[in-house]
């Protein structure tokens, strides 16, 4: 069964302050690893596609890692600010088909 | 250009009650998703439109889950006799093809009573 974990399901950190969000994925065959970003009362924004033979990719200060053989993906957000506060979910789409199968999301909070 | 609109955003209804949800995709999107987002849980898939093909409903929950899109247009989402559990935000995205990146409507946010 594809499955996707996110840990942890809410994070609080200071302004200006680093962090790093955690994804764990089972889906089989894979094809792709997103992260987007939800505002509260708003829908998710894809963040970054990230394919099997990517390690790395970045889009300003959100850094994405994929380890295709653990199967682990992070997200770090460097440098936070108040408007980083929201929900980061994860989505992995496997090989094949169009369905992706989406984590519960990591709650982020950023305080000035 | 617009993205992808959805209406109501929110709504109240009696348990027992019909209703309908409304996608407006961004224009030439061919395909087009519906997602249920339950408080605390991750997107589910509900059903999947793809230009003039038979859709994938594969995860609709029950029967009384329906969805129409005419050609690569709006789309409506159907649920008859509402049930509590029904209550979340139904989530729409379309994208130019079904492997692109997905652009997600704001959501309609149902509470059935």
């Known amino acids: 069964k594809n499955q996707v974990e996110q840990s942890p399901q809410s994070l609080i950190i200071l302004e200006g302050k680093n962090c790093t969000l955690q994804?764990?994925?089972?889906?089989?065959?894979?094809?792709?690893l997103r992260w987007y970003k939800q505002d509260t009362g708003r829908g998710p924004v894809s963040l970054t596609i990230?394919?099997?033979?990517?390690n790395t990719k970045s889009n300003g200060r959100y850094t994405a890692t994929l380890d295709a053989d653990t199967k682990q993906s992070s997200l770090h957000i460097t440098a936070s600010q108040l408007s980083d506060s929201a929900s980061y979910i994860c989505?992995?789409?496997?090989?094949?088909?169009?369905?992706?199968?989406f984590g519960r999301g990591t709650s982020l909070i950023v305080h000035p | 250009g617009a993205g992808v609109s959805q209406s109501p955003s929110n709504k109240v209804t009696e348990k027992g009650k019909d209703v309908e949800l409304r996608c407006d995709p961004i224009?030439?999107?061919?395909?087009l998703y519906w997602y249920r987002q339950r408080l605390g849980q991750g997107l589910e898939f509900l059903i999947y439109?793809?230009?003039?093909?038979?859709?994938?409903k594969s995860g609709l929950p029950s029967d009384r889950f329906s969805a129409e899109r005419t050609g690569e247009s709006v789309s409506t989402l159907t649920i008859q006799r509402t049930q509590q559990e029904d209550s979340a935000v139904y989530l729409c995205?379309?994208?130019?093809?079904?492997?692109?990146?997905?652009?997600f409507g704001p959501g309609t946010r149902l509470l059935v009573l």
């Open positions: 439109f793809q230009g003039n093909s038979a859709p994938d």
């Open positions: 995205a379309s994208s130019p093809t079904s492997r692109e990146t997905q652009y």
């Open positions: 990230m394919t099997f033979s990517e």
């Open positions: 224009s030439g999107h061919t395909a």
């Open positions: 989505a992995s789409y496997p090989g094949g088909s169009y369905i992706p199968t």
């Open positions: 994804c764990n994925y089972t889906v089989s065959p894979f094809s792709n």
